[in-house]
């Protein structure tokens, strides 16, 4: 399969924990890009990450590259209800434009 | 930030004809658009890659025939879904590339269209 792999596949915390998803993918990439979904909704992009990066934070996000172990993990910090959507990732790969995407993790935030 | 978006965002058709769905790149230009197909609860697949004034590039498995793409200008894409049976009933979202600088390696996806097809 052409598809990076995430897990955990569904994750349900309560408000105020944390939350991280794990993204492990196959070819070697330009980027990697997380975005959210809300149910039945388009994506959001939140956070793009370089190969030659290893860390990045944007507000209450942390994502890590480690191109050796071809892995991602995106960690949200105190979680909010609001958070509850599907969260993909998606590899930019070397030499082209087009992105795959992971198989996404579904988080569920209990008020 | 840039916004794209799909028209229709529903479309509920007969088996047998053939539905068009648009791509618009609101505030910037768009040389190469990406359409993928969602099923419930899954993830995203990519159908093809849309060049604006050439031919699409489809990813192995999809039907060229089946999913006519034209990129006609730099700010539209549309997918057609010829003869539509009950199996293309799907979520269609389009995303579109950036353009220059930095923005050209982030995507920008549409709302997404769900197709149903009785």
């Known amino acids: 399969s052409q598809q990076g792999e995430e897990d955990p596949q569904a994750l349900s915390i309560q408000e105020g924990e944390n939350a991280t998803m794990n993204c492990s993918y196959k070819t070697s990439i330009n980027n990697l890009q997380w975005y959210r979904q809300n149910s039945g909704r388009g994506l959001v992009h939140l956070i793009l990450i370089r190969s030659n990066e290893r860390e990045k934070h944007s507000g209450r996000l942390r994502v890590t590259l480690d191109t050796s172990k071809k892995s991602s993990s995106l960690l949200i910090t105190a979680s909010r209800a609001a958070d509850t959507a599907s969260y993909f990732c998606a590899t930019g790969r070397s030499g082209t434009y087009k992105y795959i995407f992971g198989t996404g993790t579904r988080l569920k935030v209990l008020a | 930030g840039a916004v794209v978006s799909q028209h229709p965002s529903r479309v509920i058709c007969k088996s047998g004809t053939s539905v068009k769905i648009e791509c618009r790149s609101l505030d910037f230009q768009a040389t190469t658009m990406f359409w993928y197909r969602q099923f419930p609860k899954q993830s995203l697949m990519l159908m093809a890659t849309?060049?604006?004034?050439?031919?699409?590039?489809?990813e192995q498995g999809v039907e060229k025939d089946k999913f006519l793409i034209n990129h006609a200008s730099l700010t539209l894409s549309t997918l057609t879904v010829t003869s539509a049976h009950p199996e293309d009933s799907s979520f269609y979202i389009c995303?579109?590339?950036?353009?220059?600088?930095?923005?050209?390696?982030?995507?920008?996806f549409g709302p997404g269209t769900r197709l149903t097809v009785l």
């Open positions: 995303s579109a590339r950036g353009d220059g600088g930095a923005g050209r390696d982030t995507q920008y």
């Open positions: 849309s060049n604006e004034g050439s031919k699409a590039t489809y």
